[in-house]
């Protein structure tokens, strides 16, 4: 029966919060109206969910669950804390594939790509100016890194975990190490 409780808990507060920290109260309330643990104890359990990696819906589940039931509990409030978007998602691909072929569906794409496009240019230009402008002051070395994680990237084709693994030594030694600017 715990198990069917955790599951619907974790529904409800999947269904009725936007994620993140809006879930914490929510999840608090489930926790003390079934008298899984008590506020001091969701507390915590919010607190290691916000360090590891991972949605803080998930952890909080996947910790509340372990500590209310077990692995099976884990896994029940899990569930039903990934339900809503599965189900929301899975309703998505129904009306995208029946709306597919609409020529108003593929009017709406042709908008909207252009769109997603400008916003990816959007986010690179910001990024651009805060790490090779950093302060106002053009960093040729910052620029240089960024030139040779391209032509690492396109001409030979090392993968990115490499490059950002590399990058990040090299800044390390360039900018921590040796203080260069």
């Known amino acids: 029966m715990v198990l069917i409780d955790l599951f619907i808990s974790f ?11 809006s879930m914490i109260p929510l999840i608090t309330s ?8 008590t506020a001091a104890e969701v507390s915590d359990i919010v607190a290691i969910a916000e360090m590891t990696p991972g949605p803080l819906g998930l952890n909080c589940a996947t ?6 039931a077990g ?11 990934l339900m809503p978007a ?8 129904v009306f995208f594939e029946k709306f597919r072929k609409s020529h108003v569906m593929l009017d709406v794409l042709t908008g909207v790509r252009p769109a997603c496009v400008g916003m990816i240019f959007g986010v690179l230009l910001s990024l651009c100016g ?16 960024g030139v040779g994680d391209f032509v690492l990237l396109t001409r030979y084709k090392v993968s990115i975990p ?3 693994c590399l990058s990040a030594a090299v800044g ?10």
């Open 63 to 68: 910790f509340a669950g372990l500590r209310t």
């Open 130 to 145: 805060s790490n090779y402008a950093p302060g106002g002051s053009i960093s040729l070395i910052s620029i240089a890194m």
């Open 11 to 21: 529904l409800k507060i999947g269904f009725t919060s936007f994620g993140g920290l």
């Open 86 to 93: 599965f189900t929301l998602t899975m309703l998505a691909a």
């Open 30 to 37: 489930e926790m003390t109206v079934h008298q899984w643990m």
């Open 71 to 81: 692995l099976l509990g884990a896994i029940a409030a899990n569930l039903g804390a």
């Open 162 to 164: 490499k490059v950002i």
């Open 172 to 181: 390390l030694l360039l900018f921590g190490v040796l203080g260069l600017s």
